[in-house]
Nanobody, 123 residues
Framework: QVQLVESGGGLVQAGGSLRLSCAAS????????MGWFRQAPGKEREFVAAISWNGGRTYYADSVKGRFTISRDNAKNTVYLQMYSLIPEDTAVYYC????????????????WGQGTQVTVSS
């Protein structure tokens, strides 16, 4: 089992930045691929970013490419999502997820999920 706890969400003005953190406990974190997903009100949950077990490969949704950066610190069992140039369309609950396998953009392939953290971007 892996427990994931997100933090760092909040209210920010358009153009601002936030850094989300996801702390993992339980199963060996360093061997797991990690992903960030988000769900806006009235919309389905969507892929945001993913990172391989060693940080060597990263993937981004087109909507956040160039503005968001995913990273991880295996010594701290933590994955991060640095968000810059936020826009109102980024408003959503952000979830981190973990899977014991290759990096994936498909949420159905993730085994463990956090409870989510709210990000609200005001215009």
């Amino acid at each position: 089992q892996v427990q994931l706890v997100e933090s760092g969400g909040g209210l920010v003005q358009a153009g601002g930045s936030l850094r989300l953190s996801c702390a993992a406990s339980g199963r060996t974190f360093s061997g797991m691929s990690m992903g960030w997903f988000r769900q806006a009100p009235g919309k389905e949950r969507e892929f945001v970013a993913a990172i391989s077990w060693n940080g060597g490969r990263t993937y981004y949704a087109d909507s956040v490419k160039g503005r968001f950066t995913i990273s991880r610190d295996n010594a701290k069992n933590t994955v991060y999502l640095q968000m810059y140039s936020l826009i109102p369309e980024d408003t959503a609950v952000y979830y981190c997820a973990a899977r014991a396998g290759a990096t994936s953009q498909q949420q159905t392939q993730y085994d463990y999920w956090g409870q989510g953290t709210q990000v609200t971007v005001s215009s």
